[in-house]
């Protein structure tokens, strides 16, 4: 192996304002063997043209322009243009350490068979610097058996995005969905580690996520985007549920019920206080109408979630006389 080519694919819509220290953090590697992949995705503003002077000025970059359809079709279009051993994405808010793939490509050299490599990240807010992912130093995962592999995506929760993994890229054998608007880099994580038979985790930062409150993908939640992540969710959950059927995995269900209430309580819990009742009862009865959603035992997360939240909610309008009141019937 020792110098293997690796593509990075970038998927880029309105972000003139980041993506030259995104793309900048590629060009100052220690290690030089990268196909870097810029995808604009209809950009609005200034990204194209950054985007074909970076071509212009080193080889190793591949410019490409297409209309917008969202960061899954870019990712996708992106995955057909890369022609590298090893496959990576990094999102154009976002930049990496300059010895982010030479370290990996060593990890490589002393672990022979892995399919993949997962690093940490930290968030970006400013100048400030925040510890946000796992400090896990796990090295070599043998995955032989499916249900090691599910533990870790459903319970251990090591995989949550494809901005931290380098994949191998003969072992892709699903796309993204592209009409999963939100959990899609999930979704695609799931379908690989259920094929993959060895990968390697490090506690080591790589991967700096930069808060900005322009993008699209990290803007303030409301109704509307909190019921669009549940209904990406809840198709991510019936999915991961065929694999569990698929393989037997009968242990891992409660995990599925645990996982989307989580995701409904920290929907809700993120509305509280800008939305008004009826914005809530409305983004409450969406949730409960879902398609999948009967999919999962609905009174289990109606009590567990939907019906505390709500009476957490009234509590936020209230008087002191009505909070008491709440209080002593949530205790009850």
Not at 37 to 46: A, N, P, Q, R
Not at 178 to 196: C, G, P, R, S
Not at 296 to 307: Q, T
Request: proline share 3%; net charge neutral; charged share 25%.
């Amino acid at each position: 192996m020792n110098n293997p080519l690796i593509s990075i694919v970038i998927p880029i819509y309105n972000s003139e304002n980041q993506l030259e220290q995104c793309i900048d953090s590629l060009l100052n590697q220690a290690y030089q063997n990268l196909e870097i992949i810029l995808v604009d995705d209809g950009s609005k503003d200034s990204s194209w043209d950054k985007c074909e002077r970076y071509a212009q000025k080193d080889s190793r970059i591949k410019a490409v322009h297409k209309e917008n359809g969202g960061v899954s079709s870019a990712r996708n279009l992106g995955i057909q243009y890369a022609t590298g051993e090893y496959l990576g994405f990094l999102d154009s808010d976002d930049y990496v350490s300059p010895d982010l793939y030479a370290d990996l490509v060593d990890i490589l050299n002393s672990n022979p068979g892995l399919d993949g490599i997962r690093y940490q990240f930290r968030n970006v807010y400013g100048s400030e610097l925040r510890e946000s992912s796992s400090s896990k130093n796990l090295g070599a995962i043998p995955l032989d058996s499916k249900l090691k592999a599910m533990q870790l995506i459903l319970v251990d929760k090591e995989f949550p995005s494809v901005a931290i993994f380098l994949f191998k890229r003969q072992k892709i054998r699903h796309t993204f969905n592209e009409d999963v608007k939100t959990a899609e880099d999930y979704l695609f994580m799931m379908h690989y580690i259920m094929h993959a038979e060895k990968v390697f985790i490090t506690n080591k930062v790589y991967y700096y996520y930069v808060y900005n409150q322009n993008s699209i993908t990290r803007a303030s939640i409301t109704p509307e985007r909190a019921l669009s992540y549940l209904k990406s969710q809840l198709f991510v959950c019936r999915v991961a549920d065929k694999y569990i059927s698929k393989y037997s995995l009968s242990e891992l269900h409660n995990a599925q019920i645990e996982d989307i209430t989580s995701v409904i309580s920290n929907n809700v819990n993120s509305l509280f206080p800008d939305i008004t009742y009826s914005q809530y009862k409305k983004y409450i009865e969406d949730a409960r109408s879902l398609r999948d959603f009967r999919y999962f035992n609905r009174s289990r997360i109606y009590d567990s979630v939907l019906n505390p939240s709500l009476l957490f909610y009234l509590s936020k309008k209230m008087s002191k006389t009505g909070k008491k009141i709440l209080k002593g019937i949530i205790n009850r």
